[in-house]
C-alpha cells in the first residue's frame, strides 16, 4: 500500500532562518511525490513536483525539496523563511498510474519575528 | 494558466436543505475531477472521482445518494450535498487533472466552506 508521513505536525522557526518539513513515503511503485501549501481558508497552492526526472526539485519561493530513495524521503526545505510562508503544508503522493493523490496529516509552519 | 474556480466561496444552509457547489476548470480541459472533504486542523480526505459523462466513483464510507455528483461537461462539476446536516459543515475543495499534460497533474480550486444551521 502507498502512504506519505509528514514527520512533525508542527514546526515552529524565526523569520530568516532556515526551513525543513520532513516527508517519508512508502511505495510499491516510482512515485510522484508533491509538496502543496495552503493558507488559512484557501485551496492548495503546488510548490514542486518530483516526477523521476531530478532529485534535486526547485519549486516556487524558494522551496525546494531532494528525492532520497535509500531514505524514502522527500524533505521540504528553504534557506530562509518569510512571515508570508507561515501555512499548512502538504506531502503529497501519487503512486504509479493511479490517479489518486495520498495526502500527509499536513504540517503547520509558524514564523515568528 | 492552470485554474480551478468553486462557487460558492462560501454558503450557510439550513438543516434539510440542499446545496449545490460548482467546480470548474477555466482554461483546460479535464476529463477528471476529485472532491475532497476538509476538516479543520486535519488534512483532505478523497470524497469521490468525477469522470467526464460517467459516474462518480466514491470512496469507502461517503454516501453516495448524499453527495450527488455530475460531471456533465469537460469544465464543470458539480456536488450536490442533498438533506444538509450539521455535521456535513465542512470546507469541500475540488481539482482538476489536466489530461494533456505529462504527470496528470491535479489543479485545486480555492474551496467552498459550507456551514449548515
Known amino acids: 500500500a502507498q502512504s506519505v508521513t509528514q514527520l512533525d505536525s508542527h514546526v515552529s522557526v524565526s523569520e530568516g532562518t532556515p526551513v525543513l518539513l520532513r516527508c517519508n513515503y512508502s511505495s510499491s511503485y516510482s512515485p510522484s511525490l508533491f509538496w502543496y501549501v495552503q493558507h488559512p481558508n484557501k485551496g492548495l497552492q503546488l510548490l514542486l513536483k518530483?516526477?523521476?526526472?531530478?532529485?534535486l526539485v526547485k519549486g516556487i519561493n524558494g522551496f525546494e525539496a531532494e528525492f532520497k530513495k535509500s531514505e524514502t524521503s522527500f524533505h521540504l526545505t528553504k534557506p530562509s523563511a518569510h512571515m508570508s510562508d507561515a501555512a499548512e503544508y502538504f506531502c503529497?503522493?501519487?503512486?504509479?498510474?493511479?490517479?489518486?493523490?495520498?495526502f500527509g496529516a499536513g504540517t503547520r509552519l509558524a514564523v515568528h519575528p | 494558466g492552470a485554474v480551478v474556480s468553486q462557487h460558492p466561496s462560501w454558503v450557510i444552509c439550513k438543516s434539510g436543505t440542499s446545496v449545490k457547489i460548482e467546480c470548474r476548470s477555466l482554461?483546460?480541459?479535464?476529463?477528471?475531477m476529485f472532491w475532497y472533504r476538509q476538516f479543520p486542523k486535519q488534512s483532505l480526505m478523497l470524497m469521490a472521482t468525477?469522470?467526464?459523462?460517467?459516474?462518480?466513483?466514491?470512496e469507502q464510507g461517503v454516501e453516495k445518494d448524499k453527495f450527488l455528483i455530475n460531471h456533465a461537461s469537460l469544465t464543470l462539476s458539480t456536488l450536490t450535498v442533498t438533506s444538509a446536516h450539521p455535521e456535513d459543515s465542512s470546507f469541500y475543495i475540488c481539482s482538476a487533472r489536466d489530461t494533456d499534460t505529462l504527470g496528470y497533474e491535479q489543479y485545486f480550486g480555492p474551496g467552498t466552506r459550507l456551514t449548515v444551521t
Open positions: 518530483y516526477t523521476s526526472a531530478a532529485t
Open positions: 482554461d483546460f480541459q479535464a476529463t477528471t
Open positions: 503529497v503522493g501519487r503512486a504509479g498510474g493511479y490517479n489518486k493523490l495520498i
Open positions: 468525477s469522470n467526464e459523462g460517467s459516474k462518480a466513483t466514491y
